[in-house]
Every structure is written in structure tokens, then in C-alpha cells.
């Protein structure tokens, strides 16, 4: 029974023994098997990556190519903005040049005008400052002729209701020719040819008195003076307070010795300055070493005050014809030496001109012509040569440029 025994517990062993034997058979297969799988998936994924990391031939021969044209693009860019400088200088220096040819040729069209001016004149006469006072003492039923009267008058050259005016506008600058003079005269007109000219608000109060009504003394300031020499103001007076005006801040022209304002010139829609402009108004006034010396109490001269005021960017040209052509750039009005008439506003002065018996003297010795004329027009024929070189080195530059800017389409 026992052996029985023993061979019936053997044979459950035996098959426990197998069963195992062949579980463990199937998992290191499985292991194996998996493993194997790694390995492949490795080796795909590697052959993947070096399949992604190597570029065909003929993609990098095409990147290679778009890499020298871009280079080339660069360079080529580089040299278009180097002829682009140098064109934009050759415009600067030409610029220059012009503004230096104009300002001589301005000052050469002056004397020729000044020239023609005194022969066409025919009477040889010279107006000077003595004539001009003597024309305000003329108008006797004046203010500006009773102020006249009490500055040339020794006894009452210094009263205190005068010690404020600086003068009569007619009397407070000069001007180089009897043309301009005229045509200047007849832009302002008598009566402000005639205006007094005062300082400050203070002066003008010295000038005229009133009763308790508002009316005018005729026994107080001015008229009370005119009243006592026989010589009754008639009328309206215009007198000027500079310290109430708008003074010209745009600055002066550097070492300029008259002091003048610093304007730029007028430019038609090319950008060039119209021919035959001479100047702005303002600046053809010419101010002795007194009326140059002048200073308001802020510190303003006569030229950007009085004469800013009376005429703002009034401009000056030889012609009619050729102040007409500069229509585009006129906005304060213009005047041309042979009569011709453009107020501000567009408003056009036509007819025949009209001699205002009060005028600006003209400068003793002739106008501000330079000593050098002769050499004057030498550097103008100078400059003159350096703008047609510089004109060739232009239109070779431009040449050049569409030239490149043509490569780089």
C-alpha cells in the first residue's frame, strides 16, 4: 500500500515539475522575443534619423544657391546706398554753390539797377536826409511836421513829451536807389511815411492829453505846441509804439554789419529761388550807426520791430515780369523797381504809380556795392564752372545708380 502510496504522490510531482519547466520555457521566449522587437524598433528609428539627418545633394546644391544670391543681393545693396550717398552729398555742395552764386549775383544786380536807375533819373538829383525833413516840415498842419519843427528847434529839442519818440518812420532808415525808394514810399503811403515813432506806450501818452469829457486838449502835448507856433494839427496822426509790436524772432544773419534778419529765401514749387528777386524789404533798409545802435527795453533794434512791422516778407524784384513769375512763393505782398505792385492778400496794385511827396533818403556815397566788383565777378564765374563739374558728376552718379538699381531686378 505504501508503494502505491509513493507512486501516486510521484506522478502529480512529475507533471507539477513539467508545467513549470515549461512556464519558464515561455517566459525567457517572451523576454527573448521582446527584446528582439527592441532592437528592431531601435534599429528602424536609428535608420529613420539618419535618413532625416542626410540631405540630398540636390537640396543643399539649391540652399548653397540661394545663399550666394542672397550675398549678392546684400552687396549689391551695399553699393546702390553708396551712390545714393554720395548723389545725396553732390545735391548738398550744389545747393551750397547756388546760394553762393545768388547772394553775389544779388549784390552785382544791385549796382546795375543803381546804375540805371540815376542815369534814367536825368536831373542828377541826390535825395538826401536834409530834403526829407524838409518835405515833413512842409506838411506844417502835421504831427510829424510839428515834431520836426520842435527837434530842429535848439530851445525844444529836449522837452519831455518828445524824450520817449525815436523819430518819424520817413526819417529812421535809407535806402539805396530813388526807384526803391519811390516804390517803398508809395507801398506805406503819407500818413505812415508821417507816423511818429515812439518807444513805448509812455511816449505816445506824452504826445496827446484829454479833458474829463474824452476830448482833446488842444493846450496839452503835441497839439498844444503846434497850437502855440501857429501850426495846427489837422486831423488824425498814426504814431508807433514798438514795445507793442511783434518783433521778428527768427534771428539775425551772422556778422552781417546792418543787422539783418535772418529770412530764407522765397523757393518756387522747384525749389528754386525766383530770378530777379533782390531781397525782402526789410532788409534793403539801410539804419546809420544811430538807428543800428537802437535797443528797446527787451532788447529788440529798429529792424526786426519798425521795419518788421511795416513791411513783414515784402519782397523785393528788378522787374514786373519777373515778380509776376514768382507768384507761388509771394505771401506779404512783393514790389519790382520798375513800379509794380502786389499788396498782401493778393491784391493787385495796378495803374500808374503815384510819387509820395515824403520819401526815404537814399545812402550817402551810392549804395553798399563791394569794393571788389572785378573780383566779385570772378567768383561767380568760378563758382559758376564748379556747378557744371559738379552738374557731370551728378548725372554720371545718377548714371550709375539706375545702373545698379537695373542689376538688382
Not at 532625416?52 to 540661394?66: D, R, V, Y
Not at 482833446?216 to 507793442?244: M, P, Y
Not at 539804419?287 to 527787451?298: E, G, Q, W
Request: glycine share 8%; net charge negative.
Amino acid at each position: 500500500m505504501s508503494e502505491n502510496l509513493n507512486k501516486m504522490t510521484k506522478v502529480p510531482l512529475l507533471t507539477a515539475m513539467l508545467w513549470f519547466g515549461m512556464l519558464v520555457f515561455k517566459n525567457e521566449n517572451s523576454k527573448v522575443w521582446e527584446f528582439d522587437k527592441l532592437e528592431e524598433s531601435r534599429a528602424e528609428q536609428t535608420d529613420k534619423d539618419s535618413h532625416h539627418n542626410t540631405i540630398p545633394g540636390s537640396i543643399m546644391s539649391q540652399l548653397n544657391h540661394a545663399q550666394s544670391l542672397r550675398d549678392d543681393i546684400i552687396e549689391r545693396s551695399k553699393i546702390i546706398k553708396q551712390h545714393e550717398d554720395n548723389l545725396k552729398f553732390l545735391n548738398s555742395q550744389s545747393n551750397q554753390l547756388a546760394e553762393s552764386i545768388f547772394d553775389l549775383q544779388v549784390s552785382l544786380a544791385k549796382y546795375h539797377s543803381n546804375n540805371v536807375i540815376t542815369s534814367d533819373s536825368g536831373n542828377g538829383a541826390f535825395h538826401t536826409e536834409e530834403e526829407t525833413m524838409e518835405q515833413i516840415m512842409k506838411k506844417e498842419n502835421t504831427a510829424a511836421g510839428v515834431f520836426s519843427w520842435l527837434k530842429g528847434n535848439a530851445q525844444t529839442s529836449n522837452l519831455t513829451l518828445t524824450k520817449d519818440v525815436v523819430g518819424v518812420v520817413a526819417t529812421l532808415g535809407k535806402v539805396e536807389s530813388d526807384n526803391l525808394s519811390r516804390i517803398l514810399s508809395e507801398f506805406l503811403g503819407l500818413e505812415t511815411m508821417l507816423a511818429i515813432v515812439c518807444s513805448s506806450y509812455e511816449g505816445i501818452n506824452a504826445l496827446e492829453k484829454y479833458d474829463t469829457e474824452g476830448l482833446i486838449n488842444c493846450n496839452a502835448g503835441l497839439h498844444g505846441i503846434g497850437s502855440s507856433i501857429g501850426k495846427r494839427i489837422n486831423g488824425r496822426f498814426a504814431v508807433i509804439s514798438l514795445e507793442d509790436l511783434r518783433p521778428f524772432v527768427g534771428g539775425l544773419v551772422a556778422d552781417d554789419p546792418q543787422k539783418k534778419l535772418a529770412l530764407p529765401k522765397p523757393r518756387l514749387p522747384n525749389g528754386e529761388c525766383p530770378p530777379g528777386f533782390l531781397d525782402y524789404a526789410v532788409n534793403m533798409i539801410h539804419l546809420d550807426s544811430k538807428h543800428l545802435s537802437f535797443l528797446t527795453d527787451i532788447g529788440h533794434g529798429l529792424r526786426e520791430t519798425l521795419f518788421y512791422g511795416l513791411f513783414s516778407r515784402l519782397q523785393i524784384y528788378k522787374t514786373r515780369n519777373e515778380m509776376l513769375l514768382a507768384l507761388p512763393c509771394i505771401y506779404d505782398g512783393a514790389l519790382s523797381l520798375d513800379g509794380g505792385m502786389i499788396q498782401r492778400g493778393g491784391m493787385f496794385a495796378l495803374g500808374c504809380r503815384k510819387d509820395v511827396e515824403v520819401k526815404f533818403p537814399l545812402i550817402s556815397g551810392g549804395s553798399d556795392v563791394p569794393s571788389n566788383y572785378i573780383e566779385t565777378e570772378e567768383t561767380v564765374r568760378k563758382l559758376n564752372w564748379e556747378t557744371s563739374k559738379l552738374s557731370a558728376d551728378k548725372h554720371r552718379e545718377q548714371q550709375l545708380l539706375d545702373y545698379r538699381k537695373g542689376n538688382l531686378q
